[in-house]
Every structure is written in C-alpha cells, then in structure tokens.
C-alpha cells in the first residue's frame, strides 16, 4: 500500500482502524505518530506514520 506523502487526521484514523477522535486524543497525550498544523488542518508526515506503526508491532505482546 503507497500512502500519500502527509496523511490527515481522518486518513490516519482510516489507516489504523480508530475513529479520528481517537487519532486527535492520541495527538492532546503524545502518543501517535509526530504531527503539524499546515494552516488550520492538522497533518501527519508518511515516513512519520510508518515508523510509529513499526515501533507499535516491535512493542507489541
């Protein structure tokens, strides 16, 4: 799967299966993956998304 290169919230959500509030509580805590704001919208960077998806399996019980 070749993701765009910056995600929104709402596609980050689609990607790991949670509702986009949950993506945003993740962001307010620190625990998804590194985000900025490009004017009003909030986005995630590709390479950002994938490294903390791999750092979640390699955590993972």
């Given amino acids: 799967m070749t993701l765009p290169k910056f995600l929104t919230t709402e596609e980050l ?3 790991v299966r949670q509702p986009p509030e949950t993506v945003r509580y993740w962001r ?3 625990k998804g993956p590194a985000s900025f704001k ?3 919208r909030v986005l995630y960077e590709r390479t950002d998304v ?3 998806i791999t750092e979640a399996k390699a955590g993972a019980v």
């Fill in 50 to 52: 994938e490294a903390w």
């Fill in 28 to 30: 307010h805590v620190g």
């Fill in 38 to 40: 490009l004017g009003r």
């Fill in 13 to 15: 959500a689609e990607l």
